[in-house]
């Protein structure tokens, strides 16, 4: 039998980030499947993903962040227009486990936000690669984007 720690955090009392979350979760367990990690996508420690087409960048968390804090019950968004520096926070996810900032992985500005998340956080359940994707960001600095890790060194970092 595998050790299952049990979290009871609440909103503003502790707050982790969706890294250090995990970090305290159990990556495999028998019989379970694996994370779904797209190729030509960049991630972080912190388990988000970002897609970059041009100057923009489409960010969200990855199907391992979303399998791990089990089912999402909240979001709160940022507005477009703010301005996000390199790992700065500007959202935080809920879950029925915890409450975790999401972090910028680079500088720019907020060019949009997946309001649809308003109404169904759970999207970032059931399709965090496609209609459970967060913000766009447009980067400060697009060149930057190769100082992330690609599908293969995040599977490496959760250990699949």
């Not at 809920?94 to 169904?120: M, Q, R, W, Y």
């Amino acid at each position: 039998m595998f050790f299952r720690q049990n979290w009871a955090i609440q909103r503003n009392k502790c707050k982790f980030s969706i890294g250090e979350f995990l970090k305290h979760k159990a990556v495999h367990r028998l019989g379970e499947q694996m994370s779904d990690v797209p190729e030509g996508l960049y991630y972080t420690k912190e388990h988000e993903w970002i897609r970059v087409e041009g100057g923009i960048a489409t960010l969200g968390i990855t199907d391992h962040a979303q399998e791990m804090l089990t089912d999402i019950v909240y979001i709160e968004l940022p507005v477009a227009g703010d301005v996000v520096e390199d790992m700065g926070e500007f959202a935080i996810v809920e879950s029925v486990k915890s409450a975790s900032p999401i972090f910028a992985p680079l500088a720019g500005t907020i060019t949009e936000v997946n309001d649809a998340l308003d109404d169904a956080p759970e999207l970032m359940n059931t399709d965090p690669y496609g209609d459970g994707w967060i913000v766009k960001i447009e980067l400060a600095n697009p060149d930057q984007v190769a100082t992330l890790m690609d599908a293969a060194a995040y599977r490496a970092e959760i250990g699949e």
